[in-house]
């Protein structure tokens, strides 16, 4: 392989020896499933959930934590009553745990059916017209999700790392903290103004009508909160005497808040979603106002460098979305299909994006990308000149989706934002709030020290080389590593696989890689805000303002 060279540790750690003779392997299954076909995603996801700890970007509603909250206070109250009878075991305890959670699910479920982020909307599909029917998952098709799954509010509602409203307890079963208890009574304090009320907290009872749901949608609906669960909530999502940033998640999440709350004030207070992203990261808004970093400098420098990932794992990406369209449609100009012959494909379009020769340095794309002498940081230097600005470019990036016309531009594109990528990382090191997290990743996951490790080794070297390495190595060799460490029984998660013919497409054109960056929370975070009160929304969406 003659562009890795032996000087060269790193890019020998990134390629991917490909077999050099016959190899039997079982017959992959027709389907192609699975996401993070690079393995780049783990260290944006990492730097996100330190960022705002304890809440995800499923975590929408407030009144869904009362919810649960309240479900697991009326069980624990029934225990309370049931032990002064009787003994109970654990299994019988998770049996009727697991009975009155999902009564309590679906009614709260049913009753709020104009939001998508409710778990298990789709059961509604299941409700009968009328007479009473069964409050069992069971009842209504094979749908398991619960809100106490991990990948809906579990973990957001428990005491490790979540709010701290719940906590384990026997029988695999829930129970309220004291903080829980005190949103459970919040929302109780409505719901006992039913006229369903001891229908709802019987935990031997687990049958419902349309009366039932209609009447209680009105009272728990996903968008309302009576001010003590408002009170009560800002206690855990905002705590106070949390501590110094990084000593604690929860300090991390209070240090984020802080600087969205400070970012918002510094719009006037009224910005939207893409303003407080953009003013955290660059530390100031775009008319020049600084952000107040004083308790909050290592959360805010862990914020830039995550969107600055977001832009090269994006740029990577697009590289994997180049090859898949290249191949679905390949242009007369491809030489063949292995990926010495894409790589050249990739040279001579990335050459012509940048009017260019292939034999042309790498250095000449860099030498592009000079900052003005008023500041080497290209979040500052952006606000002035939008082609240097990495929010632009990613923008831009995304921009190119149509695979007929724009696939021919992604090279080039995607050259350019990794090395606005790189020299920005150079820039984070002299940072002593942004630098340790740059290396998150290594180099098996192209961290973004690893990246600005890479422009230096290669900036002598033709353009044509670099970019049969990120061919090659970060896309074709990466995608073997990757999928091969987590292969699965009667799963296919390859893209493409070898041949001698060279590489094969599996996907079918409406599963090409798509181009998008990796949520980040803010604007559930936002969200949360407002609902207790620390932001209020406004008639324009995604727009908050200062209560």
């Known amino acids: ?29 027709s389907q192609v499933t699975g996401v993070d076909f690079l393995g780049l995603a783990a260290v944006n996801e990492r730097l996100v959930a330190l960022s705002f700890p304890g809440i995800s970007n499923v975590t929408r509603y407030l009144r869904a934590y009362s919810a649960m909250s309240w479900m ?6 029934y225990l309370k009553q049931e032990a002064e009878r009787k003994s109970m075991s ?7 745990f697991r009975r009155f959670r999902e009564k309590v699910e679906l009614l709260f479920t049913l009753g709020n059916p104009d939001h998508n982020q409710v778990a298990g909307q789709t059961r509604r599909d299941h409700l009968p017209e009328r007479g009473r029917f069964p409050l069992e998952f069971s009842a209504f098709g094979n749908f398991k999700i619960s809100w106490l799954d991990a990948a809906v509010y579990g973990p957001s509602l428990g005491s490790e790392n979540g709010l701290g409203f719940l906590e384990r307890a026997p029988g695999a079963s829930y129970r309220p903290t004291l903080l829980g208890e005190e949103l459970a009574r919040g929302l109780d304090a409505v719901l006992q103004k039913s006229p369903y009320y001891n229908a709802l907290i019987d935990v031997e009872a687990n049958t419902g009508s349309n009366e039932l749901v209609s009447d209680l949608g009105e009272r728990w609906a996903v968008r309302e909160s009576s001010a003590r669960e408002r009170e009560v909530y800002r206690k855990g999502l905002f705590p106070e005497n949390a501590g110094v940033e990084g000593g604690s998640l929860r300090a991390n999440r209070v240090a984020m808040i802080r600087l969205v709350l400070r970012a918002v004030k510094l ?15 660059r530390g100031l808004t775009a008319s020049g106002k600084g952000l107040e970093l004083a308790d909050c400098a290592k959360t805010q420098g862990m914020w830039s460098v995550l969107q600055l990932r977001q832009l090269q794992r994006l740029a990577h990406e697009s590289l994997l979305r180049w090859l898949e369209g290249t191949l679905l449609n390949p242009p007369s100009t491809l030489k063949g299909r292995t990926p010495a012959a894409l790589a050249e494909l990739a040279a001579q379009q990335t050459a012509a994006y940048f009017d260019a020769e292939t034999s042309d340095p790498l250095q000449l794309v860099l030498d592009r990308l000079k900052t003005p002498k008023s500041t080497p940081d290209f979040y500052i230097a952006g606000l002035s000149r939008p082609r240097l600005d990495p929010f632009r470019a990613l923008d831009d990036l995304q921009g190119l989706a149509d695979v007929e016309n724009h696939t021919p531009q992604l090279p080039g594109m995607a050259l ?16 002593e709030n942004r630098a340790p997290w740059l290396g998150i990743g290594g180099r098996s996951r192209l961290s973004l020290r690893s990246l600005t490790e890479l422009f230096s080794v290669y900036r002598s070297e033709s353009l044509s080389e670099f970019m049969r390495f990120l061919i090659e190595s970060c896309v074709v060799g990466q995608h073997f590593a990757i999928t091969g460490a987590k292969l699965e029984a009667d ?3 390859y893209r493409f696989i070898s041949t001698d013919e060279g590489l094969r497409l599996l996907i079918r054109p409406n599963q090409i890689t798509r181009l998008n960056v990796t949520g980040d929370r803010l604007q559930n975070a936002m969200e949360l805000m407002a609902d207790c009160a620390l932001l209020s929304t406004t008639e324009t969406s995604g727009t908050f303002a200062l209560p």
């Open 72 to 77: 697991t206070w009326r069980f624990a109250e």
């Open 90 to 96: 654990e299994r019988d305890i998770g049996r009727r």
């Open 1 to 29: 392989m003659p562009w890795l060279r032996a000087r060269n540790s790193l890019a020998r750690d990134l390629a991917m020896r490909i077999p050099d003779g016959p190899i039997f392997v079982d017959p992959l299954p």
């Open 416 to 431: 350019y934002c990794l090395a606005l990528c790189a020299k920005q990382a150079e820039f984070l090191t002299t940072s």
């Open 491 to 493: 799963k296919n998660k």
């Open 267 to 281: 719009h006037g207070g009224r910005a939207t979603i893409d303003e407080v992203r953009q003013a955290i990261a």
